[in-house]
């Protein structure tokens, strides 16, 4: 008998494990387990939501900086074309400035060969024929000046300014004085020194009111006043070129500048 109840409750437990072995797998963890797991893929799957979220944000992100790197490659392209035609203009401004300093200088030049022309001829012994300046002095102040002049045509407009100086403290009484002058000032406008060319603009037409080059002078004057952004005076500057040296190409180049001239 109590054989047969060993078997029974032996045969029981099998069944009973048999019955545990035939249930699904989500039954042998609980609900418990179940909801945990669940839970956990949940977050999982959040997290990569948030991820992607982000993800997306930067691609946006990106895109507005690569419209914004294009708009700035555009802009520097445009601003390389700008700078071009900048320099370009600068290019020709500088060969007109160029062109009208040769005109300048050739007109000097023949000044120069004039006045050298114009002086007295010695006699066989040496000795000049009238009175008033010796030919020697005469044929050395026109070398000075050509030398100095020739300096200025090079650019080289130190050695012009060392030059001219030379000159007027050599001969200040030369028909070229004023000439020399107006070189110097001129050489200090091209070295951008506009305060000393104007200074030395102004000597020359305080020192030689009646000569020709006074009107190229004030011109010279007025141009550099533009420059250090003294338009009030320039325009008054340009005014009395027109005004009071009618018919001079410093009188035409002053009328276009102050029809221009804001």
């Known amino acids: 008998m109590a054989t047969s109840k060993r078997l029974l409750r032996r045969g029981g437990l099998v069944l009973v494990g048999a019955f545990a072995l035939a249930q699904p797998a989500w039954a042998l963890f609980g609900n418990a387990e179940l909801t945990r797991q669940t839970q956990a893929l949940q977050q999982r799957a959040d997290a990569v939501d948030a991820r992607l979220g982000k993800i997306e944000a930067a691609l946006q992100d990106n895109r507005k900086l690569l419209d914004l790197l294009q708009e700035v490659e555009t802009l520097k392209a445009e601003n390389a074309r700008l700078r071009g035609l900048a320099e370009m203009q600068q290019h020709q401004l500088e060969t007109l400035g160029k062109r009208q300093n040769d005109l300048y200088a050739d007109l000097d ?3 120069a060969d004039l006045t050298k022309a114009a002086q007295p001829a010695a006699t066989a012994d040496g000795v000049a024929v009238p009175a008033g300046t010796p030919p020697a002095d005469a044929s050395t102040a026109s070398r000075n000046y050509e030398t100095a002049l020739a300096l200025f045509r090079e650019a080289n407009y130190p050695g012009a300014i060392a030059g001219f100086g030379s000159f007027l403290k050599a001969h ?5 004085a004023a000439n ?3 070189w110097i000032g001129y050489s200090y406008y091209a070295l951008k020194d506009y305060k000393t060319a104007l200074a030395q ?9 009646g000569n020709p080059k006074v009107p190229d002078a004030l011109f010279n004057i007025a141009t550099n006043q533009i420059a250090l952004e003294q338009t009030a005076a320039a325009r008054k500057t340009l005014e009395e070129i027109v005004a009071k040296h009618p018919g001079t190409p410093a009188a ?3 009328a276009r500048r102050l029809s221009t001239l804001k």
């Open 109 to 111: 030049q023949r000044l």
């Open 172 to 176: 200040p009484d030369s028909e070229l």
């Open 180 to 182: 020399a002058q107006y």
């Open 201 to 209: 603009q102004q000597k020359l037409v305080a020192t030689y009111p």
């Open 252 to 254: 035409t180049l002053a």
